[in-house]
């Protein structure tokens, strides 16, 4: 129970006290205290949920009333909230939902990047309890300089988590983060690879890769997923992929000195649909198993974490291997793409383009037909094999859902945002779909007669 004390008056006086000369009561006699014209006259006094006195000055009487009466409800219905706990720091707070959070693969080490870097900057010594939504739109607005929407969105959706967890922890009593608006998210439309552009890719990797490559066209799965495969991921007798883990190579630790790189590991797929079983052609399988005459599976020591209740370390026999005998390394592999990416443009791509020019000059130029220049694009990665793999599926009327299964999407929206705009536009068959459900149904109207002037 909330209730409000005069500090400025004794509630209990001794008979025959001097009363006050300042102030006065119509219902009792009021003698000044020793803290009398000190401070703020009205105290709210209670005990919090744990049982601790707690107490708040006032210089008016109807602002104690109305805090006491909100601390009462607030009790009441399991609401109330600390003052002195929105003093501790936002980083605090912070770093207590960071490190106690359940993160997939390599996202703890993106939390802690934007956190860092985008976040705590502005907001980490703060008292939490003092930010406001304004400061927040604020900071939007500031990050949307630095940083494309899509990302701002992710940066952010870490501040409203963390700031959500205060609410619930009653650490404040409102996520400032409500109703703060975001820069509107253009997703540019995908643009398949071209298949000349893919068979190029194909033939520009090393010889190594090569089986890499192929297989990664023919099953859409992500760069990790392909470079996590063990041997036994293969089933040469069905003609199928199992994807039950990934690679991971986490960010470099702000704490690891200048020369440690981070150690990759094993872990789980990048959602729980990703766990998955994905078919494959003839082609793939015989490319995966010329690919281990030539390249034995390797047997490397690594950690696996697809088990984050049980990490171990043991003997894994990875399918794809870098020349030194190890796994392939997010950084490294970089370096090879941009080689292959390289050798195919200004060798497969280039001399094909060259052939099918001089053919159209012998056919006397024809207009309309001049040929286009096809070209692996600046930027283009292992991803863009991804999304070639799903247009291939799109292209050949496959569901959005068993597309949305292939990929290891969690979601039907997610594969629908993505590459809704590859989905064929058929002529309208709306007609045709009616008329097959109510040919056989008479006609409630009598066919139309002609009228004779």
């Given at each position: 129970m909330?209730s409000v004390y005069d ?5 209990r006086?001794k ?5 006050c000369a300042?102030h006065?009561?119509k219902?009792?006699v009021?003698?000044p205290s020793?803290d ?5 006259r ?6 919090d ?12 009487r ?5 805090r006491?009466a909100t ?11 600390d003052?002195?706990a ?5 980083r605090?707070?912070a ?20 956190l860092?870097i ?5 907001f ?10 304004s400061?927040?739109q604020a ?6 300089q ?13 501040l409203v ?10 650490t404040?009593a409102?996520n400032p983060?409500?109703?703060i ?21 194909i ?8 089986a890499?490559?192929?297989?990664a066209?023919a099953s ?7 470079f996590g495969?063990?041997?036994d991921?293969?089933d040469f007798l069905r003609?199928?992929?199992s994807?039950r883990q990934q690679l991971?190579?986490?960010d ?11 150690e ?5 797929p990048k ?15 015989d490319?995966?198993a010329a690919h281990l005459q030539?390249y ?6 690594i950690?696996?974490?697809?088990d984050p209740r049980?990490p ?7 399918l794809?291997t870098?020349?030194?005998?190890d796994?392939?390394k997010?950084?490294s ?6 080689r292959?990416?390289e050798r195919?443009?200004?060798?497969a791509?280039s001399?094909?383009y060259?052939e099918?020019y ?12 001049e040929?286009a ?16 793999y799903?247009?291939?599926?799109i292209?050949n ?12 999407h969690s979601k039907p929206s997610i ?7 590859l989905?064929?536009d058929d ?11 109510l040919g056989d149904?008479?006609?409630l109207?009598?066919p139309?007669?002609?009228v004779?002037g």
């Open positions: 909330a500090r400025w008056h004794l509630s006086p008979a025959g006290a001097e009363p300042e006065s009561s219902t009792r009021l003698v020793k009398h014209g000190t401070g703020k009205w105290q709210v006094r209670w005990r949920a744990a049982g601790e006195q707690q107490k708040e000055n006032f210089a008016k109807s602002q104690a009333d109305t006491a601390i009462e409800a607030d009790l009441a219905r399991g609401l109330y909230v003052p002195a929105g003093k501790e720091s936002f605090a707070v770093e207590r939902w960071r490190t106690s959070a359940v993160h997939r693969g390599g996202t703890s080490s993106r939390v802690e990047r934007a860092r985008h976040i705590y900057p502005t980490g010594d703060r008292p939490i309890v003092t930010i406001r939504p400061e927040v900071w939007v607005k500031d990050r949307s630095a940083l494309a929407p899509s990302t701002l969105r992710v940066t952010f959706a870490y988590t963390i700031m959500h967890t205060a609410v619930r922890d009653r404040i409102v983060c409500a109703g608006k975001l820069p509107e998210v253009r997703r540019p439309e995908i643009v398949p690879l071209h298949k000349d552009a893919v068979h190029a890719l033939e520009a990797a090393p010889p190594r890769h090569r890499m490559i192929l297989l066209v859409g799965l992500r760069q990790g997923e392909v495969l063990e041997v991921c293969i003609r199928e992929v994807v991971i190579t986490p470099k630790d702000v704490d690891a000195g200048e020369d440690e790189t981070p990759p590991y094993l872990g789980e959602t729980h649909e990703s766990y998955r079983t994905v078919p494959l052609v003839g082609l793939a399988v490319a995966l030539q034995p599976a390797v047997v490397v020591d950690e696996d974490r697809t049980k171990r370390r043991r003997k894994a026999h990875m794809f870098n020349g030194r005998n796994v392939i997010r950084a592999w970089s370096h090879v793409w941009t292959m990416e195919a443009n200004e060798e791509l001399k094909a060259a099918r001089a053919a159209w000059v012998q056919r006397g130029r024809p207009k309309g037909e040929p220049p096809v070209r692996v694009p600046d930027g283009a990665s292992m991803h863009d094999l991804r999304h070639f799903a247009s291939a599926l292209k009327r496959e569901s959005v859902k068993t597309v949305q299964r292939r990929l290891g594969t629908l945002d993505i590459y809704t705009h989905w064929p002529e309208d068959t709306t007609r045709a779909a009616v008329e097959s459900v149904v008479p006609a109207c009598p139309a007669t002609s004779s």
